[in-house]
């Protein structure tokens, strides 16, 4: 399931279809499927999720949070009553610090931090990290950094090479810098307008590739953590 807690983050009509059209073609798709091999084939043409849009109304939302009791715990409460039916939930933040970011890093076991290979992005994890430090000492000590990750990066430019450099240098011994870069490119700028996912849209593209891999990496990551004995044993 896809939780969307960014306000600037609208929902359109496209957008809409889209995600109905996916789980409508799988569906059908699995239909006509055989055997396991060929349903598994389906799955990776075709993806389902469930998703909780966001809209303008969540701008609100801090305020209402003000006076609520235990605010930092609202969206856990809901997510614990389905989190049974999903093998993930991704939630999508805001770009702050606020009420919101907090609820879903109380609500989430592990953080994947995007971080654009630009200046500014960069010096920002400084506090970022702070944050997450704090929710895990006072609200969700079950909270981890599973790793980063460089999006918007522009390897030709001598800034981006040298933002890289300072992440991996500052932060590389403390946390998984992750070895997939997400590049930047018009082709990502245009699925929004498209109403596609970029592998609707244009699969063959880097950026396609690029997140691709990085969901291989995810994944390999969680199956060496699974299968990692818990410690004691």
């Keep these: 399931m896809v939780v969307i807690i960014n306000p ?3 929902q359109t009509e496209k957008f809409t279809r889209f995600v109905v059209n996916c789980a409508v ?3 059908s798709t699995l239909r006509q ?3 396991r091999a060929e349903s598994r084939s ?4 075709f993806w389902v999720v469930d998703l909780i849009p966001s809209s303008i109304d969540l701008s609100g939302m801090e305020t209402n949070l003000v006076n609520a009791m ?12 389905v989190k049974h039916e999903y093998d993930h939930i991704i939630i999508d933040c805001p770009p702050s610090l606020s009420m919101l970011t907090i609820n879903a890093l109380a609500a989430s076991n592990s953080v994947i931090v995007p971080v654009q290979a630009q200046y500014l992005p960069a010096k920002g ?4 990290m702070k944050t997450i430090g704090k929710v895990r000492k006072q609200i969700n000590p079950d909270l981890k950094v599973d790793g980063v990750l460089l999006t918007l ?11 890289v450099d300072t992440l991996r240098q500052q932060y590389g011994s403390v946390l998984k810098i992750y070895r997939t870069q997400i590049p930047i490119a018009v082709k990502a700028a245009e699925i929004s307008a498209a109403g596609q996912s970029i592998f609707t849209y244009d699969k ?8 691709a891999e990085f969901t291989k990496e995810v994944l390999a990551d969680e199956t060496r953590a699974k299968a990692k004995p818990a410690p004691g044993r």
Excluded at 42 to 45: E, K, M, T, V, Y
Excluded at 70 to 81: H, I, N, V
């Design 153 to 163: 990066a522009d390897m030709r430019t001598n800034l981006a090479r040298v933002t």
């Design 33 to 35: 499927k055989t055997n």
């Design 25 to 27: 073609n799988h569906l």
């Design 8 to 10: 600037f983050f609208i």
């Design 204 to 211: 063959g593209s880097k950026v396609a590739q690029a997140y």
């Design 42 to 45: 389906a799955c990776l043409d």
């Design 125 to 128: 994890m400084t506090q970022l």
């Design 70 to 81: 235990s605010r930092e715990f609202t969206l856990r409460s809901y997510l614990g009553q």
